[in-house]
């Protein structure tokens, strides 16, 4: 059974507050919790490795798929491989995420692998976010990989957040895209204390007139140490933006490592970014709006990462 | 009714923006204009607290500011548009607004506020006040701001700038209208002659001091040249802003 602080964990990472309509798989410290599969979606637990396989059949249209770990218990790591099998014409949407509640002093951690296999002219829509949380002296670790395969004219968006509650985190995404093939990721984070987070992009642009999009915003702050990595491969007529802005506060640090690599006269890059603090502008206008400099500097970050 | 004695700003290098600057502002619209570089901004900004004088007074109704945060003088009653409006990533028009009104304004008011300065709430709340909009977007939304606080002292730092499509007769209706609401006064910061017509009080602020200070009828010929381009400038846009206030 679920206690109060499993649920709180999956209310966090999936805003789940009971059982999901549709298609989940909620995983518990390590084991799993409830499974439900439709006519459409079967997920299938993997034999040789921790994890599981999500078969989306060809042509399935508004169905969602919720895949939450909760971990809950100090001291445990746990590593998964999940496989996302979507057919195509399939139009789906994926909540992943993470929730740790560690309170003892043993470090919690969670690596998820997570492989997107997207069929031809598939749109999909991937929602993954991470939420640590406890009082001990135990660290809260998480490493998720996603790896995704866009096949001709298939459609990914992703969108990954992490505020503040995770230690540390390597987090890696790479992709590669087909002809008119679309991967456009959006990316928050929010760093606090003695936290460390690196970010590392790599999209190959393989099919004639298939694109890339990278957004990323994040904000640092007390000692916390943020990288940002991200590399376009234009390898074709094809389209890649990248663009990461950083919020830069009190005693933090962030390093943006931008890479555009053009293989063809005709790939089209672009790469935005913008490190700095809070503009003093931007607080003097909303103290002229009677708000303290405290809550404007809230108002600008809550804003920034909405 | 805001006072300023013997107001004088430098800035950390000693340079003087200020040297000794009296006012009133008790009239319903009062134009500050002069030469360009003269102070009149940092006139402005010295009024709302972003700057500290460095020597006199300010008052507003009888109340001493003249140390007061700019957050308490915001909240004692005075607004503030600037003249190079701020870009925000991720804040919308609707969140600038509440901010501004200091309530969850539901999507009537901000129409009221959006639709006064010549915009569709429908095409705006749900922006960013970011690089995608306009300078003349961005400074109707500011002027909108100023709407949504509704102050017993609004200052517009050349709010003119930037209305491209937009008529003036509008931004005048704005100002008519603002005055009607608040009761309070309008200080605006304008080179343009169709603002300083529409001033009660026109004051000429340059090189730091006030070079001159009195009615409209009084400054606005000489600062014109003659009286004769004045005078019927003045009855046209009187008439014009008689057959544009809304009952």
């Known amino acids: 059974m679920i206690d109060a602080i499993e649920k709180k964990l999956l209310h966090e990472v999936a805003e789940l507050d009971s059982l999901p309509v549709g298609a989940y798989n909620i995983r518990a410290n390590g084991q799993l919790q409830s499974r439900n599969i439709t006519a459409n979606i079967d997920i299938v637990t993997k034999e040789d490795k921790p994890g599981i396989d999500i078969f989306i059949k060809p042509g399935t249209k508004n169905e969602s798929v919720h895949i939450p770990v909760i971990i809950s218990q100090t001291g445990l790591t746990d590593l998964v491989y999940n496989d996302f099998h979507i057919g195509e014409d399939a139009d789906v949407t994926i909540i992943a995420g993470c929730g740790i509640h560690n309170c003892g002093g043993g470090n919690a951690r969670h690596d998820g692998i997570h492989t997107f296999y997207v069929g031809k002219n598939a749109r999909i829509r991937y929602v993954e976010k991470h939420y640590g949380e406890g009082d001990g002296r135990g660290k809260q670790i998480m490493n998720p990989t996603t790896v995704i395969h866009l096949e001709e004219g298939a459609q990914m968006e992703m969108e990954t957040t992490q505020i503040a509650g995770i230690d540390d985190t390597i987090r890696k995404t790479s992709g590669d895209a087909a002809a008119g093939a679309s991967l456009v990721i959006r990316e928050k984070i929010l760093t606090v204390g003695d936290q460390h987070a690196v970010t590392d992009f790599v999209v190959d642009l393989n099919g004639e007139g298939c694109s890339a999009n990278v957004v990323s915003r994040s904000v640092a702050k007390g000692h916390s140490v943020q990288e940002f990595k991200s590399y376009i491969n234009g390898n074709c007529a094809c389209a890649g933006h990248s663009e990461c802005d950083a919020i830069i506060m009190d005693d933090a640090r962030v390093i943006a490592t931008p890479g555009l690599i053009a293989n063809n006269v005709d790939a089209s890059l672009i790469h935005e970014a913008a490190i700095g603090k809070i503009a003093g502008e931007q607080l003097i206008k909303l103290m002229t709006l009677g708000l303290t400099e405290q809550e404007a500097e809230e108002q600008i970050v809550n804003g920034f990462l909405e | ?247």
Request: hydrophobic content about 40%.
């Open chain 2, 1 to 247: 009714m805001l006072e300023l004695k013997h107001v004088g700003f430098e800035t950390e290098d000693n340079k003087e923006i200020l040297h000794d600057v009296s006012l009133t502002v008790q009239e319903r619209f009062v134009a500050i204009t002069g030469p360009n570089g003269g102070g009149k901004s940092t006139l402005a900004k010295v009024i709302a607290g972003i700057f500290q004088p460095t020597s006199g007074q300010i008052l507003l109704d009888g109340v001493d500011i003249t140390h007061l945060s700019i957050t308490e003088r915001a909240n004692l009653g005075i607004s503030y548009a600037f003249q190079q409006p701020v870009r925000f990533k991720g804040l919308k028009v609707k969140d600038l607004l509440s901010l501004a009104a200091g309530r969850n304004t539901s999507v009537n008011e901000a129409c009221n506020f959006l639709s006064e300065v010549g915009l569709c709430a429908r095409d705006y709340i749900d922006r960013e006040l970011n690089a995608s909009l306009s300078g003349g977007e961005l400074k109707r939304i500011e002027i909108a701001m100023v709407l949504a606080r509704g102050t017993k002292l609004s200052i517009f730092d050349e709010p003119e700038a930037g209305i491209d499509l937009w008529s003036f007769q509008n931004l005048i209706r704005v100002f008519e209208k603002m005055c009607e609401q608040t009761r309070g006064n309008i200080l605006i910061i304008s080179h343009q002659e169709r603002i300083l017509n529409i001033a009660d009080t026109i004051i000429v602020v340059k090189d730091g001091d006030i070079v001159r200070n009195g009615p409209r009828a009084e400054i606005l010929p000489a600062l014109l040249g003659s009286a004769d381009v004045a005078g019927p400038a003045c009855d046209m846009l009187t008439d014009k802003m008689e057959g544009s206030v809304t009952p």
